[in-house]
């Protein structure tokens, strides 16, 4: 059976000059180091709520939100104000108790086409209407980060002939989307999901591999600038496995100087409407 498509993301890319845009120079300038951290935080909390806008309207809202970013309240309205005095998030919506950030929803672009699925827009308003809960589709329920959804095939097969293991398509899905971010041109064949599922059923099933080492050995080596450009399917990360996950934690702790992803996520680029601007 499908399952539904959610519009949330669990990785976007940050890159190295990020704190050069014009919304990093204001926030750190005013705000020091917290408001750098609370723009990156601000875009974790985007990614993971439906639709990335994040419904703000109450004193409870406000209190997660500070929690998330690590501010007091005060200083959390004091940073989104001046984030939408900068256009970092949008103004209108912010007045109505909503965040939206355009620039950071454009830098999804390749994900939502590869997944076949319109970008989400910015929510529009009916003036004569003063309740927009039920005009816009938010939340501000944070969604678990194994957020990229599919609608997995019916007929796909695990390694024993049984329809793969959510796990195993979920390991595919991430892989494909990585791979292109990386490159929107890579040559993917259209059942690459049903065989890449089935290499990481195996990893799963027969190489008892823990799902969660897998996931960060595939978005590691699609932000490393060398094994991106190597470890471009499901069976070169099973082959490699063992070498991969040690270079990962070799470089992770501090041998190599070249900046690897923390944890789940974390990367947003600057250019195409200044996503950090």
């Given at each position: 059976?499908?399952?539904?498509i959610?519009?949330?993301?669990?990785?976007?890319?940050?890159?190295?000059?990020?704190?050069?845009?014009?919304?990093?120079?204001?926030?750190?300038?005013?705000?020091?180091?917290?408001?750098?951290?609370?723009?990156?935080?601000?875009?974790?909390?985007?990614?993971?709520?439906d639709?990335?806008?994040?419904?703000?309207?109450?004193?409870?809202?406000?209190?997660?939100?500070?929690?998330?970013?690590?501010?007091k309240?005060?200083?959390?309205?004091s940073?989104?104000?001046?984030?939408?005095?900068?256009?970092?998030?949008?103004?209108?919506?912010?007045?109505k108790?909503?965040?939206?950030?355009?620039?950071?929803?454009?830098?999804?672009?390749?994900?939502?086409?590869?997944?076949?699925?319109?970008?989400?827009?910015?929510?529009?308003?009916?003036?004569?209407?003063?309740?927009?809960?039920?005009?816009?589709?938010?939340?501000?329920?944070?969604?678990?980060?194994?957020?990229?959804?599919?609608?997995?095939?019916?007929?796909?097969?695990?390694?024993?002939?049984?329809?793969?293991?959510?796990?195993?398509?979920?390991?595919?899905?991430?892989?494909?989307?990585?791979?292109?971010?990386?490159?929107?041109?890579?040559?993917?064949?259209?059942?690459?999901?049903?065989?890449?599922?089935?290499?990481?059923?195996?990893?799963?099933?027969?190489?008892?591999?823990?799902?969660?080492?897998?996931?960060?050995?595939?978005?590691?080596?699609?932000?490393?600038d060398?094994?991106?450009?190597?470890?471009?399917?499901?069976?070169k990360?099973?082959?490699?496995?063992?070498?991969?996950?040690?270079?990962?934690?070799?470089?992770?702790?501090?041998?190599?100087?070249?900046?690897?992803?923390v944890?789940?996520?974390?990367?947003?680029?600057?250019e195409?409407?200044?996503?950090?601007?």
């Open positions: 059976m499908g399952r539904s959610k519009h949330t993301v669990e990785y976007f890319s940050h890159d190295a000059n990020a704190s050069q845009g014009k919304t990093l120079t204001i926030l750190e300038n005013n705000y020091g180091i917290v408001g750098y951290a609370a723009w990156f935080k601000l875009l974790e909390v985007l990614a993971t709520v639709n990335h806008v994040f419904t703000c309207r109450n004193s409870e809202d406000k209190e997660y939100l500070a929690a998330r970013l690590k501010l309240v005060k200083e959390l309205d940073i989104l104000d001046k984030m939408a005095e900068l256009g970092a998030i949008d103004k209108e919506l912010w007045e108790g909503f965040i939206w950030s355009q620039n950071f929803v454009l830098r999804l672009k390749a994900v939502y086409d590869n997944r076949r699925q319109p970008l989400p827009t910015r929510p529009s308003f009916n003036v004569s209407t003063p309740n927009l809960q039920s005009e816009i589709p938010l939340s501000g329920v944070e969604k678990p980060l194994l957020g990229i959804e599919i609608l997995q095939s019916k007929g796909s097969k695990g390694s024993k002939g049984n329809t793969l293991p959510e796990k195993a398509t979920e390991l595919a899905t991430l892989l494909k989307e990585l791979i292109l971010i990386n490159n929107p041109r890579a040559l993917l064949k259209d059942n690459v999901l049903t065989t890449w599922g089935k290499t990481f059923d195996l990893m799963l099933s027969k190489d008892n591999r823990d799902p969660e080492d897998i996931a960060a050995v595939i978005r590691w080596s699609q932000a490393d060398f094994e991106k450009a190597n470890v471009l399917s499901a069976e990360v099973r082959s490699r496995f063992d070498a991969l996950y040690l270079k990962m934690n070799s470089k992770n702790n501090g041998h190599s100087k070249q900046q690897t992803p944890s789940m996520y974390t990367y947003v680029n600057e195409a409407g200044d996503a950090n601007n």
